[in-house]
């Protein structure tokens, strides 16, 4: 595989597809605002096309990581959409994290065309694409898995075979179902420090190698802390990823479904575009 | 320091006294039941004394190890209990995690008698007890904290001073909290795998190292999954902390709230002896 589509510029896919130029494959991309990446087309010197079907004609494989899943349904399925012009026989990696369900569409949907599809999404956030040091969790064909190894590798360097269709996204569904815990218990533990008056900042430092320890403590905690509200991994992201999750799970996962509460309320009241640090502000107003 | 007293021979006194007494101290121990640490007293030589008072009496600190706040209580302000045996001067240390209201009665009550009260709660399980490596997070005057360090060092490995009387017990209440939201999390993405049908061992190796990563998944994960119900640390105990941390929050923690009444739950229906990790039962009996 050399000659690679890529759909999806933003945060992280542009750390992604800068990756895959440094290991010597061939990209065009597809954005739906091309103002957005001059500075990137400029740099890395690939060629962009003007629709996702336009992006998938002549190419091996074509990936795609964009936003919400009504945008994975719209590059995949829509009229100048990548089914329409992805050749016979190519690969189509979902690197977005996105409903499970909508990567068995897109499978069935690649089926008569003879296309490989494979759902791959990604943690690891901005750094780990940027430093090519991303996790892959991957469903699909095995056999189609490890024919798309040399891609991933330009990207990540946890890369997991999951299972059949929708594995990865099942993973990664599961992945923000412990963060969303983890994320609630570092801001329950900083809101009752307020409370009764510790400093905060001794308290994590004492409790963060032991049982409390977490990536989200200590990647997560300081912020809160400081009143840093920056974006690492966006809040109204993490909603869309918690509902779907919820959607998936036959039974109750309550204390997701209180983290989602909690959340979607934060976002009504304008901290989508903040990073999930700001959870904490949840206990701060009452 | 020279002379200890040590009230509380559980799993986790025993491992503490142990490495006391290796490290050169003197200690008398007093358990409600002397049958049940026959053993520990012929392996270690210790004196063992018949009240709290006894084996408080001559002693330069006395160290309290023991289950509930109710034994707390009982063990300093009981008729034979600790506060009627103790020397003017002493120090009086008490490691149980147990209410921040009663260390600062036993501060109180401490005073007119000149005794040095800290409270000293620690983390890091019966592995850490044995092993000398505990975090312990220390309230109470300074001086008094800088004066018992060499005890605290021959227990454990992280000593922090948090601040005055009851500092300790609230940054371990902390440590119970952020623990809660973790292992409920680890608990809900490892039912949702479950439920997805995905192979959840993979699933945790894939995703425990990135975003979600957390002691409690790398601790209590796998044996959720291989049904390993052994007690690391009891379920009964964890529900007695969380409903002492609930207590003591002025506002509402609603994601500690639910970890605590599913876990009561559990209790009730026998699960209290189990380790935390049988949280997972919540998720299975739907």
Redesign the interface.
Known sequence: MKKIGFIGIGIMGRGMAANLVKAGFELTVYTRRKEKIEDFLRQTGVQWAESPAKCAMGQEAVITMVGYPKDVEDVYFGENGILSGAEQGAFLIDMTTTD?RLSLRIAEAGREKNLHVLDAPV???DTGAREGTL?I?VGGNETDFAASLPLFRAMGK?I?Y??GHG?GQ??K?????????????????????E?????TA??L???E?????????R?NGPKMINGDDAPG?FLKHFVKDMRI?LE?????????E??LK?NEALEKEGFGDCGTQAMIHS?RK?
Request: glycine letters at 12%.
């Open positions: 499970p943690s690891g956030g996790s969790m946890t997991v999951e299972g594995a099942h993973t569904m599961a992945n923000q179902i412990a963060i969303a815990g983890a994320l609630a218990g570092v801001c329950e533990a900083v809101a009752y420090g409370r009764v008056g510790l400093d001794k308290m430092e004492s409790i190698n032991g049982a409390a320890g977490s990536f989200q403590m990647a991994f999750a998936q799970s036959a039974d109750p996962l309550p204390i997701l209180q983290v909690m206990y009452s």
